[in-house]
């Protein structure tokens, strides 16, 4: 099965820290990935996306970058977190082929920045 | 710029009742729609995925219909059970051809439903 994680599940940081969020999928091969953002009364937001390794692109400019180190392997970072950064993050990839590009995501990061 | 819009935000509804939730979008240039539920605290669950050139899909009591020329698509709940309180999102992406090669998906701010016994 086609499953992806996403750690930690829960953060507590202080402004002005860093921050790492890690996504990792199991089960597929070159898949395309993604990073949301869903903040308290607001829609979910497309952050990054990643085509292959070390390949990157932005939606919105923002605190944060993303990487790619590895095929199945997709990092949210910050060097310093504002109060805005808080929110909660997830991670998705999609499916093409005959599953029409299908999307699906991983169980998310709650992220409070204090 | 593509816009969607779900109605209504919210809906509270005894156990048993047949719903219908509704998700509009500007652009009819849609390549195709995806419906999610999310519970509280957790991430999205694909529930039904309609490419640009179907109608409708089915899962279970689920159906979901398009109609891309009016840029509307419902969610059809049969037979409501507690078990599906959540809140349940609409997005819609456009060609990966015409996207740099991902799915982008623009969201729906979610319709929140209860389902009570």
């Known amino acids: 099965s086609q499953t992806i994680h996403q750690w930690p599940a829960t953060l507590v940081q202080p402004v002005g820290s860093p921050l790492s969020l890690e996504c990792t999928v199991e089960?597929?091969?070159?898949?395309?990935l993604y990073w949301y953002r869903q903040a308290a009364g607001r829609g979910l937001q497309l952050l990054f996306y990643?085509?292959?390794?070390?390949?990157i692109s932005s939606e919105v400019p923002q605190n944060l970058s993303a990487s790619r180190p590895q095929d199945r392997q997709f990092i949210l970072s910050s060097k310093k977190l504002l109060l805005s950064d808080s929110g909660f993050y997830l991670c998705?990839?999609?499916?093409?082929?005959?599953?029409?590009?299908?999307?699906?995501f991983g169980p998310g990061t709650r992220l409070t920045v204090l | 710029k593509q816009e969607v819009t779900q109605i209504p935000a919210a809906l509270s509804v005894p156990e048993g009742e047949n719903l219908v939730l509704n998700c509009s979008f500007t652009?009819?240039?849609?390549?195709?729609l995806q419906w999610f539920r999310q519970d509280p605290g957790k991430g999205l669950t694909s529930l039904l995925l309609?490419?640009?050139?179907?109608r409708e899909q089915t899962s279970g009591r689920l159906n979901a219909s398009l109609d891309k020329s009016s840029g509307r698509s419902t969610l059809y709940i049969a037979a409501s059970q507690p078990g599906d309180s959540a809140t349940y999102l609409c997005?819609?992406?456009?060609?990966?051809?015409?996207?740099?090669?991902?799915?982008?998906?623009?969201f729906g701010a979610g319709t929140r439903l209860a389902v009570h016994p």
């Open positions: 652009d009819s240039a849609i390549y195709n």
């Open positions: 997005a819609v992406s456009r060609s990966p051809l015409f996207s740099g090669g991902y799915n982008k998906l623009i």
């Open positions: 309609i490419q640009s050139s179907q």
């Open positions: 998705a990839r999609n499916v093409g082929g005959g599953r029409g590009n299908e999307q699906f």
């Open positions: 089960g597929t091969s070159n898949p395309n």
């Open positions: 990643s085509v292959g390794i070390g390949q």
